[in-house]
Structure formats: C-alpha cells, structure tokens
C-alpha cells in the first residue's frame, strides 16, 4: 500500500537482535577462502535452522545451494550469502503483501490471535497508520471477555484520534461485532477494524466463538471480511507456525502481524511461516509507538536481516 512503507535503515534498526544473531553465526563460516564442502553446508544449515527459518525451508535451500554449486553457479563462499538471500526473497509474490479492501463500502479486517502476542497494540498501529493517510476508522472492542481489553483499546482509540464500537465488559462479543458492522455502514467509515478475544489456539469453544463473529460479520456485510489477520508474537518462533495453523482451520487466516519483532533474535519465522503454511507475513511490529509498523517487504526485509 505504500503507507505502511519503511526504509531499509529503519528495518536495520529495529531488527538488530535478529541481524547479530544471524551475521555472528554466518561470519563464523563463510571465512574468506574456505572450500564449499558438506561440512560447510552442514554447519550452514544449522544455523539456519537455530535462526527459526524451519527445518524444511532450510532443507530446500541447502539443497538448492549444493546443485548452484554442482553446476558451478556458485565457486567460493562470498557467492553463498547472495544466493541465499536472492532466494528468499522470491518466496513472495507481489500480491501476498498488499491489503485486500473492499469493492464498496468499509473494508473490515478481523484480528485475532492469543493473549499476550501483542494483538490490542498493533490493531492500534493498523488504525493509527489508515487514519494517517486520510482514512475514516472504527475500531471495534469484540474482546469483552476481559474488561481491561475494552478500556485498553479505548483509550487507544483516544490516543490516535479513531471511533470505537463497544459494549460493557461481559458482552456478547458477537453483539459487538453488529453494532461495529452497522455504525461503520452508517458512518461511512472506509475501514472497520475489529478486535477479539485473545484465546489459545487449544481452546476449541473459544475458537468457536471467533467463527461466530466472523458468520455475524458476513452477514451484515458482503464479502466481508475482507482480511483476517493473525497477530504472532514474533518471540514465541516455531510455535507461532502451531498457532496460525489452528487460527486458520477456525477463521481462515489471509494474514500475519508478526508482532514484536524488534525484540527478539528469531526474525527467521518470517521465511517459515510462508514456505510452510502459505500465510502471507503483512506487517511486522517493531516497536511499542503506533508509528513503529511496517508493511512487510522481502527485499528489504532480507536485506535488513543480512546486511
């Protein structure tokens, strides 16, 4: 989209942990003059996997490199480190990253995902960033489970100047989600935004309680909605490949936010979410201010990472 855009810089910056972790084991054996061998390889392809870019990502581009090399492709270990990023960023089609809206009408964007991933935050970077470049915004509060989710997403709402639908702590959150769906029609709102109940992935009544709301939203709205995101915490690494799994049997997920990433030395998952689930990684949280968004880009991404 364009509005969500950062510089490489910027992605360098708030990537630090994840770069270090990733330069400092690379460094150790892509040494200037040492012959391509399976020892290399070996020891390459477990610090790829210790970097939470999944075992059979990982597998797949040892494999690639070791035929580049057969065929002469590659000759010396300073071709290493192009390859691979070259690689990975072809696993992304242009069109996985861009946000889908709706033809007419609001564009609603469901997000989900399990307490503590960062979900109240960046539903606030989301809202902050479409209310930025000119957008009209309705968040909606659907997690009543926990009042002081409510009062938390008011007093974001507050903070970067959106509407908010919500109902009393104890709600239906499903009532919550009609009323969102009838105020954004009525106010002519261009997205409306709804959050849900932070839930476990295992907790399969409360998973049916999100496909409630969803079955709700479709109702009052066609086609809607129109883009279901998946908030990870980028911290939790191979687990969050078990979460979205679970999510999108209930909610079919269109999307990731791989939240707090700026924290953690595991920005790898990235690369494993979509080689091994086919989820487009969206947006990437690296930071706790609603500016710190970014729409994720692979080439900046991944230059970001092995730069």
């Not at 000759?75 to 946000?99: A, C, N, S, V």
């Not at 030395?265 to 201010?289: C, H, Q, W, Y």
């Not at 609603?290 to 900046?300: K, M, Q, R, S, Y």
């Amino acid at each position: 989209m364009g509005i969500f855009t950062k510089t490489v810089q910027y992605l360098k910056e708030h990537l630090g942990k994840t770069r270090q972790k990733i330069s400092s084991g690379l460094s150790s054996i892509l040494t200037l003059g040492r012959d391509i061998d399976d020892d290399l390889l070996e020891q390459l392809e477990e610090t790829l996997i210790s970097d939470d870019i999944g075992v059979e990502t990982t597998s797949q581009l040892i494999d690639d490199l070791r035929e580049a090399y057969k065929k002469g492709n590659i000759k010396k270990t300073d071709d290493i480190l192009p390859f691979l990023k070259e690689h990975m960023k072809g696993y992304w089609p242009e069109q996985d990253r861009e946000l889908n809206t709706a033809e007419t009408g609001p564009t609603v964007i469901l997000v989900a995902g399990i307490n503590g991933s960062g979900k109240t935050t960046s539903i606030a970077k989301l809202a902050y960033t479409l209310n930025k470049s000119g957008s009209n915004v309705i968040v909606a509060a659907c997690d009543t489970f926990r009042a002081a989710a409510v009062e938390q997403l008011t007093i974001w709402a507050e903070r970067i100047g959106v509407q908010i639908v919500k109902h009393k702590s104890g709600a239906d959150p499903a009532a919550v989600a009609y009323d969102a769906c009838q105020a954004a029609v009525a106010r002519n709102a261009d997205y409306l935004i709804m959050d849900t109940a932070g839930r476990l992935h295992t907790q399969k009544h409360l998973m049916e309680e999100l496909s409630k709301i969803r079955n709700v939203i479709t109702k009052q709205i066609p086609d809607a909605p129109h883009e279901v995101i998946l908030v990870v915490d980028g911290t939790t690494g191979q687990n969050a490949i078990v979460q979205a799994k679970m999510f999108t049997a209930a909610i079919n997920v269109t999307g990731i936010f791989l939240a707090k990433l700026d924290g953690t030395a595991r920005g790898g998952i990235v690369i494993a979410i979509k080689d091994m689930l086919d989820i487009p990684v969206k947006f990437v949280g690296l930071g706790e201010t609603p500016e710190d968004i970014a729409e994720f880009d692979p080439e900046e991404f991944v230059e970001a990472l092995f730069n």
